[in-house]
């Protein structure tokens, strides 16, 4: 019985993991596309279609944190509300030391990457809900 307890939670998690990747897989693949179209092989190219996944992504971290404050107690909400403000504030803070430091540094590519590094924060954040989001998602829901 424990052995079989054990294989449905193991093939809950892979069903998990399978549907993170493919929305991560949908807003990499469309970055992915965008930055293989030859006019966005310029700085600015690269700049836009990286700033458009951002948005995909902070549209999938606003979802998920919906998703999540409505399977919480009050308690926990209010605990989620105060690490949310916490790391918009770090992500702001991060985000104003690497725009100092890039904007410092020789060739425009470093716009590029600050760029990703904007995109990269919102992309985990997003994931991490989500991770909560399917700790709690009954499967079937």
Same mark, same amino acid.
């Given at each position: 019985?424990?052995?079989? &307890?054990? $294989?449905? !939670?193991s093939? #809950?998690?892979?069903? +998990? ?5 493919k =929305? ?8 992915k596309?965008?930055?293989d179209?030859?006019k ?12 458009r996944?951002?948005?995909? /992504?902070?549209?999938e *971290?606003? =979802? ?7 399977k919480?107690?009050?308690?926990? =909400?209010?605990?989620?509300?105060v690490? +949310?403000?916490? /790391?918009? &504030? ?9 725009r100092?430091?890039?904007?410092? #540094?020789?060739?425009? #590519? /470093?716009? %590029?990457? $600050? &760029?990703?590094?904007q #995109?990269? !924060? ?10 909560? %989001?399917?700790? *709690? ?5």
């Amino acid at each position: 019985m424990k052995y079989i &307890a054990f $294989l449905s !939670l193991s093939f #809950m998690l892979v069903l +998990q993991a399978c549907g993170q990747e493919k =929305k991560k897989e949908s807003i990499d693949q469309q970055l992915k596309a965008c930055l293989d179209v030859e006019k966005n092989q310029t700085t600015a190219g690269m700049i836009e279609c990286t700033k458009r996944a951002q948005e995909q /992504w902070d549209q999938e *971290l606003n =979802k998920n944190y919906s998703l999540l404050i409505g399977k919480l107690s009050a308690d926990e =909400k209010e605990k989620l509300k105060v690490a +949310q403000r916490n /790391w918009i &504030a770090y992500r702001d803070k991060e985000i104003e030391f690497a725009r100092t430091m890039y904007v410092n #540094m020789q060739g425009t #590519m /470093w716009r %590029v990457v $600050l &760029a990703d590094r904007q #995109m990269e !924060l919102t992309k985990q954040r997003a994931l991490e809900l989500k991770t909560y %989001v399917d700790n *709690l998602t009954e499967p079937g829901e």
